[in-house]
């Protein structure tokens, strides 16, 4: 395929090249993929201790621990969990129903020690 390629386009194209963008192309599928699925992932899940945040395929969940958790505030469709350590978190509650984003902020404010 490579080399049926490299002749159609007169050897403007090197293999390199072309695995860069097979490469680019393959990433951008895999990213559309995870985003139209991730309303179906466990985005926050609620443990005794910790909050665990799904952020990406990519990275592992964060985990929140709630005597971290200072306060939190909401900001258009974000909740901000303010740390004790001065760093903020956020996720977006509109994967989120009305009484699940309810449920979410009674959980902290039970969870958390002001």
């Known amino acids: 395929m490579t080399i049926y390629l490299d002749v159609y386009l007169k050897g403007t194209i090197t293999p390199l090249l072309l695995i860069i963008q097979l490469l680019a192309v393959l990433t951008s599928v895999y990213q559309g993929i995870h985003n139209m699925n991730k309303p179906q992932k466990a985005y926050v899940r609620a443990h005794d201790d910790h909050l665990s945040i799904y952020r990406s ?3 592992p969940r964060e ?16 909740l901000v969990l303010q740390l004790k350590s001065g ?26 020690e002001k």
Do not use: A, P
């Not at 978190?89 to 958390?112: C, H, N, P, Y």
């Open 57 to 59: 395929s990519w990275t």
């Open 63 to 78: 985990r929140i621990r709630y005597d971290k958790i200072e306060d939190y505030y909401t900001v258009s469709s974000l």
């Open 87 to 112: 760093r903020e978190s956020q996720f977006d509650l509109d994967l989120f129903s009305m009484s699940d984003v309810e449920g979410i902020k009674r959980l902290i404010e039970t969870k958390i």
